[in-house]
């Protein structure tokens, strides 16, 4: 890992720390549909029930939208601008665990829809589109996360995962292990933002949500 990333990082676990005891905190289960996050498509999504509470269900995927590749579905809480947070969720594939591609997306740093960060964890590693973190910047995007070559986190059944994303640009990705990243990045584009989940091209299912971090506007 290159010293940049592991400084960026080590940066982000003190100043995220002291932001413990003055934080804004966010959490929802869909036991009331989807809420307050909105839809890039509402008729692709409904809530199930999940026994105990709600799943937000991506039934269908979403279709491709020029100028860039991006992702194709997902719900954002919108008009909530989120700075120095913390972004927990548990989110499953709908695919089949035959397709290596299947994957779970996470929005982040969102400031409209070709303004913004996504993860792309994923059942495969290919260094170009697969397991990475990519920055959509108007009709461009580009790879940040490091290593360029992530171990393949994303498991069968449900996935336990954490963003972490500090306005100095120090971003963190953890699914499963949730005290080791497996990929992170340093960028500043955009220091904070709206939050949200989807798939790239594929169908899956979200739950328990909980942001933790300085909520800026709303």
Not at 13 to 30: P, S
Not at 58 to 64: D, N, Q
Not at 78 to 99: L, T
Not at 176 to 197: K, L, N, S
Request: proline fraction near 4%.
């Amino acid at each position: 890992m290159h010293l940049s990333f592991c400084c960026a990082v080590l940066s982000f676990a003190v100043a995220f720390a002291t932001l413990r005891g003055e934080e804004d905190i966010f959490e929802f289960d869909f036991s009331e549909g989807l809420g307050l996050f909105v839809p890039l498509n509402p008729e692709n999504w409904v809530t199930e029930d999940g026994g105990v509470s709600g799943i937000a269900s991506l039934k269908t995927p979403g279709k491709h939208r020029p100028p860039v590749r991006r992702p194709r579905e997902y719900a954002i809480l919108e008009d909530k601008v989120w700075k120095d947070y913390e972004f927990i969720i548990r989110a499953q594939s709908r695919e089949d665990i035959s397709k290596t591609g299947r994957d779970i997306t996470l929005i982040f740093g969102y400031q409209d829809d070709l303004h913004f960060y996504y993860v792309h964890i994923c059942a495969e590693s290919n260094g170009r589109f697969h397991n990475v973190i990519m920055k959509v910047a108007g009709e461009e995007r580009f790879m940040i996360q490091e290593p360029a070559l992530p171990e393949v986190r994303l498991r069968e059944g449900w996935n336990d995962i954490k963003l972490t994303h500090l306005s100095t640009g120090a971003i963190s990705i953890y699914v499963g292990d949730m005290d080791t990243p497996f990929m992170v990045a340093c960028d500043t584009a955009y220091e904070g933002g709206v939050i949200g989940f989807g798939c790239f091209d594929d169908r899956g299912w979200f739950d328990d949500i909980v942001v933790t971090g300085k909520l800026v506007e709303e």
